[in-house]
């Protein structure tokens, strides 16, 4: 569940095509690495922010706790801990080595989806022959951070891993009805299903669907024109440009 307004990979090329989080787009920008240890979880940087996979448990550990804090924040009780799972993907941004945003981005198993405890009946719906299901869930950013990009890229590095990596079609997202309407405009997410308590944060709940055909459409379409926002009214913009995205899944393919 949102609560703010707005399985390993190798290590990136230190010299690439990479989003700058200052309103303008670089080319082949270097940056250095502090340790080999933090290099094998950085999936992208800038000069701004960086976004790394939490796949040990200090990094579940740490974005654990930011989900938490932000829940708090919103009034959501219970702790919520983000645990080590075959297949859950969950990426962390920071800013300055402060950790500022994290998302968990969850395929679809025999274990099925955690949408599946209060919205089955609906997620069963898009489950068939030929598709694959997907879902994102403990999802944090600070809103004080103010960055689109780091948003942006959090979500499109999740697009990458499930369309690309696991050839995910369809993607579903739990949030409380304030948010509905930002996801809906910003993302293209949709509705499934009525409003329903969500035991977890104990708060009411929508159940939110985005085909990945619809959203690798905007990203051709926008993604990499944050230059012109004001184009259109969504998230889209700040995603990487095609070429850019293509650089960045041809470098997490070669090392999944």
């Given at each position: 569940m949102l609560t703010s307004e707005?399985?390993?990979?190798?290590?990136?090329?230190?010299?690439?095509?990479?989003?700058?989080?200052?309103?303008?787009?670089?080319?082949?920008?270097?940056?250095?690495?502090?340790?080999?240890?933090?290099?094998?979880?950085?999936?992208?940087?800038?000069?701004?922010?960086?976004?790394?996979?939490?796949?040990?448990?200090?990094?579940?550990?740490?974005?654990s706790m930011l989900v938490n804090k932000m829940y708090s924040w919103?009034?959501?009780?219970?702790?919520?801990?983000?645990?080590?799972?075959?297949?859950?993907?969950?990426?962390?941004?920071s800013m300055k080595d402060t950790l500022v945003g994290t998302i968990t981005?969850?395929?679809?198993?025999?274990?099925?989806?955690?949408?599946?405890?209060?919205?089955?009946?609906?997620?069963?719906?898009?489950?068939?022959?030929?598709?694959?299901?997907?879902?994102?869930?403990k999802l944090?950013?600070?809103?004080?951070?103010?960055?689109?990009?780091?948003?942006?890229?959090?979500?499109?590095?999740?697009?990458?891993?499930?369309?690309?990596i696991h050839h995910c079609t369809d993607a579903f997202i739990e949030v409380n009805p304030r948010h509905r309407r930002y996801y809906e405009r910003m993302l293209g997410f949709k509705q499934e299903g009525e409003l329903k308590m969500n035991p977890r944060v104990s708060a009411p709940a929508y159940l939110l669907c985005l085909q990945l055909d619809h959203m690798e459409e905007q990203i051709l379409k926008h993604g990499g024109t944050s230059d012109h926002p004001e184009l259109t009214r969504s998230l889209y913009p700040y995603f990487f440009?095609?070429?850019e995205e293509a650089g960045i899944t041809q470098r997490l393919i070669s090392n999944y």
């Open positions: 707005i399985r390993h990979i190798g290590v990136p090329e230190r010299s690439s095509t990479i989003l700058s989080a200052d309103s303008h787009r670089r080319s082949d920008i270097g940056f250095d690495l502090a340790s080999d240890d933090e290099a094998n979880t950085i999936v992208f940087s800038t000069n701004d922010f960086r976004i790394r996979l939490a796949d040990t448990e200090v990094g579940r550990n740490s974005a919103r009034g959501y009780p219970g702790l919520h801990k983000i645990k080590d799972n075959p297949n859950q993907i969950t990426l962390a941004a981005l969850s395929i679809d198993s025999a274990a099925g989806l955690m949408a599946d405890e209060i919205f089955k009946a609906e997620v069963d719906k898009h489950r068939g022959p030929g598709s694959k299901l997907c879902e994102l869930t944090a950013f600070d809103a004080d951070a103010d960055s689109p990009f780091a948003l942006a890229a959090l979500f499109h590095i999740c697009f990458i891993y499930a369309r690309r440009s095609p070429r």
